[in-house]
């Protein structure tokens, strides 16, 4: 139910929190440009280029002052994992055949006050063809804002962006989504999926 109180965190969690903060900040990474956030959102975590991007992000929220969740497998959160899982922000989801995760993650988000869900778009650090469109749907379904935010490993740099409100139209909401990281990161070869995929879903939604 909303507004049901959350149980303190485990001393173990505490503990590898820290250490994590603690590599966000010997890094030396920068935020450089940070938009308000609202407390229910669809945080999208891009280019995925390293393992360390979970550090940045989680070490860039904490300093905004966003407690970040994310997808987690239900067979991850089995004793005696449950309880450091579900500490660390993490949402179980069945990805079987017969459950719908979107559908999951919608009545998460009906169930919570706040939920900032960090999404990778792109699912993998490898080559990719197209972003996943996972992320919209949850977002759509939940009634919820999409928050673009990204990372430069080169540049040790990071930040958050405007908050963009699903309208339904996938083609359009994803060009607008592809123009605010264009205006951020216009060269970076692993974002150059995302402003095709923009272009050629804006052609199809136009013919």
Known sequence: ????????????????????????????????????????????????????????????????????????????????????????GGVPVDRSRRANYVEQVVAEFTRRDELALVIAPEGTRGTITAWRSGFYHIAHGAGVAIVPAWVDNAAMTGGIGPAIFPSGDFAADLRRIADFYRSVMPDHPKLAVLYAQAAIEGEKAAA
């Open 1 to 88: 139910m909303p507004g049901q109180p959350t149980p303190a965190p485990s001393l173990l969690s505490r503990l590898f929190k820290a250490l994590l903060l603690g590599l966000y900040r010997w890094k030396g990474w920068t935020l450089v440009d940070v938009h308000p956030v609202p407390k229910k959102c669809v945080i999208l975590g891009a280019p995925h280029t390293t393992n360390w991007d979970f550090v940045f992000f989680l070490g860039a929220t904490n300093e905004c002052g966003i407690k970040p969740s994310f997808m987690g497998k239900l067979s991850l959160f089995k004793w005696p994992m449950t309880r450091f899982m579900l500490d660390m």
